[in-house]
Every structure is written in C-alpha cells, then in structure tokens.
C-alpha cells in the first residue's frame, strides 16, 4: 500500500527528465559507448576464432618461430614480428626529435600566421594515402637509400665497432631502414599535430611566470612548457606508434618482403601487415590462410599492449605531476 506514493514520484522524474532530453542522451551516448567495446570485443573474436588450425598445430611458440612455408606447412611469425617492430622504433627515432621540434617551432616560435599555414598543411600530410608515400618511398626513398645514404652510413657508422653491424652487408635499397624512414615521413603528422596543440593548451601563466623570472624564450619553452606538455606529448608519441605498427601499403611496397631475421637495417625484411596484404588472396590452404588471421591476432594484439602501455604511462605521468 506504501508502495505507490514512493514510484510515482520516480515515475514522473524519469519522464521529466525522458522530455527534457536527458535521459535520451544518457542512452544514447552510452549505448555508442557499449558499441565500442562489442566491436572491439567482436574483432578479437573472429581473429581467435578463425585461427583455430594454427593454433592447434604450432602453438604459442607461433609467435617466436621463424620458418614461413605455405608449400610444407610449416608456419611461424617471427619473422614478421621482428620487422614490424624495428621499423616502428626506427621510425620514432627518427620522426619523434623532428616531430617535437616543429610542434615547438609552431606553438612556440613562429609567428600565428606561419603557424597556421604550416599546420593546414601538416594536417594535408596527415590525410594523404599510404600507397602514395609507397610511390614515393619506391622512386624516391629507395634510389636515395642504395645510392648515397647507405653507402655514406658504411662508410662512417659502419667502422664504428659494434654499431657498425647495423649497415652491414649488401645494399638493395629495400629493407628495414627505407620501410623506417618512409614509416617517419608519416608519422610526423601525427606527432606534430597533437604536440602542438597540447602545447598551445599549455596556460600563458606559466610562460609569463619564467619570462618574469629572468628566463628566455627557449628557457621558458625547454624548462616550463615542454615538462607541462610532455602528458599529451606522450600520448601524440605512442599514437603515433600505433600507426606505425598496422602501417600496410607503404611498409609493402619498400620494405623488400623477405622473411628473414637480420641484424642489418640495410637487409630486406617483412612485416605482419605487409605479409597479409601480400598472401591472403593467395593463401590455398586453410592452414596458410588460418595461420595470416593469427598473425592479424598477434597485431592486434600487439597494438592493444602498446596502447595499454602508453595509458599506463600517461597515469604515472599525471599521478607524479599531481604530488608535485
């Protein structure tokens, strides 16, 4: 009997607030939040579920076996593995300094109406398709590479002892460094765009505070602005990355598409998105094909890490500046 007088009430507020919108918004935004996690969730599970015969036969040692025969059926990803990730870390030693220094010089040092034109056109690099830096990676980058930059890094970084391995052998033009520097013009786009607005959020008060103390400019950017940025910076660096690692055409056509574990940037290598673009319409069995869905699991899963990661990492960052 008590009942009534206490949901009538709740009643009415939910189509109170139902009429006004609220509600609807509430439901329909988390709704395309739950859609995401099912797709997510859904891609994971079409991969494992359609990897079943490689993973009965090899195993986890798939991950860390080289051979790649589809004739005897004999199947393993690290071949592919090892050259996704040496051309993604070669690729963010080479864009992430460039990447920064032009945000800098953006956000910081150019005049506004610099800054904006050459934003526009950073965000114009940003949407080109890959199969056009492809192009350019296979007229431009790879006669640069064979003649003179390999030859120019033998005969300098390579006497270096040590160091020196890493451009050794012979030079093809095609291999893991073109694949790096092609995967760095790419990713500096991602780079510089969010770097650059994540240093123009940074508040003035913090500039005008060490101007005020006697620093410069470049003091005031090096010392206050940039250590204020590096949250948002880090997160430009690692998406970034992960552009690099699922990286398919451009990687395809420079990278020289040789299964192979090499410790030479010169030499030929593969990736695991370039080996799914080449064999999956080629693959004649259901263990070849089976086995290129494993390797698109062990990318996709490598992704998630990287991502995990980077999120790890932005919550020590922000945690470590809050008790500061």
């Known amino acids: 009997?008590?009942?009534?007088?206490?949901?009538?009430?709740?009643?009415?507020?939910?189509?109170?607030?139902?009429?006004?919108?609220?509600?609807?918004?509430?439901?329909?935004?988390?709704?395309?939040?739950?859609?995401?996690?099912?797709?997510?969730?859904?891609?994971?599970?079409?991969?494992?579920?359609?990897?079943?015969?490689?993973?009965?036969k090899f195993g986890l040692?798939?991950?860390?076996?080289?051979?790649?025969?589809?004739?005897?059926?004999?199947?393993?990803?690290?071949?592919?593995?090892?050259?996704t990730i040496v051309t993604s870390?070669?690729?963010?030693?080479?864009?992430?300094?460039?990447?920064?220094?032009?945000?800098?010089?953006?956000?910081?040092l150019?005049?506004?109406?610099?800054?904006?034109?050459?934003?526009?056109?950073?965000?114009?690099?940003?949407?080109?398709?890959?199969?056009?830096?492809?192009l350019i990676g296979i007229y431009v980058l790879v006669p640069l590479v064979r003649d003179p930059i390999a030859p120019a890094l033998q005969a300098t970084v390579g006497r270096l002892p040590g160091i020196g391995r890493l451009f050794s052998g012979p030079v093809y033009g095609v291999g893991y460094l073109t694949a790096g520097l092609i995967l760095a013009i790419m990713v500096v786009p991602f780079i510089v765009s969010v770097s650059r607005e994540v240093l123009m959020a940074v508040p003035r008060e913090q500039r005008e505070a060490a101007l005020a103390l006697g620093s410069t400019q470049w003091e005031s950017t090096w010392n206050v602005v940039l250590?204020?940025?590096?949250?948002?910076?880090?997160?430009?660096?690692?998406?970034?990355?992960?552009?690099?690692l699922g990286e398919t055409m451009a990687v395809t056509m420079v990278i020289g598409n040789r299964p192979e574990l090499s410790g030479s940037l010169l030499a030929p290598g593969y990736s695991m998105a370039a080996v799914i673009?080449?064999?999956?319409?080629?693959?004649?069995?259901?263990?070849?094909?089976?086995?290129?869905i494993e390797i698109g699991l062990?990318?996709?899963l490598l992704t998630m890490v990287v991502n995990a990661l980077a999120q790890v990492m932005i919550l020590l960052t922000t945690s470590r500046a809050t008790s500061h």
């Open 61 to 83: 040692p798939f991950v860390w076996t080289q051979a790649w025969d589809p004739v005897q059926g004999d199947f393993g990803a690290l071949g592919f593995v090892y050259g």
């Open 298 to 300: 062990v990318l996709f």
């Open 89 to 108: 870390v070669l690729a963010l030693v080479l864009a992430v300094p460039l990447g920064i220094a032009v945000s800098v010089f953006l956000s910081e």
């Open 1 to 56: 009997m008590q009942s009534g007088p206490v949901t009538a009430p709740a009643r009415v507020s939910f189509i109170r607030r139902l009429r006004q919108g609220d509600q609807i918004a509430y439901l329909l935004t988390f709704a395309f939040a739950g859609l995401v996690v099912l797709v997510t969730a859904w891609l994971a599970w079409e991969l494992f579920a359609n990897s079943a015969l490689p993973r009965d």
């Open 277 to 292: 673009a080449n064999e999956f319409t080629e693959a004649t069995t259901d263990l070849h094909l089976q086995a290129l």
């Open 110 to 134: 150019a005049p506004p109406k610099v800054s904006e034109a050459m934003a526009l056109l950073v965000d114009l690099l940003a949407a080109v398709p890959s199969v056009i830096y492809g």
């Open 227 to 244: 250590p204020y940025a590096r949250v948002g910076i880090t997160g430009g660096v690692f998406l970034a990355l992960g552009r690099a």
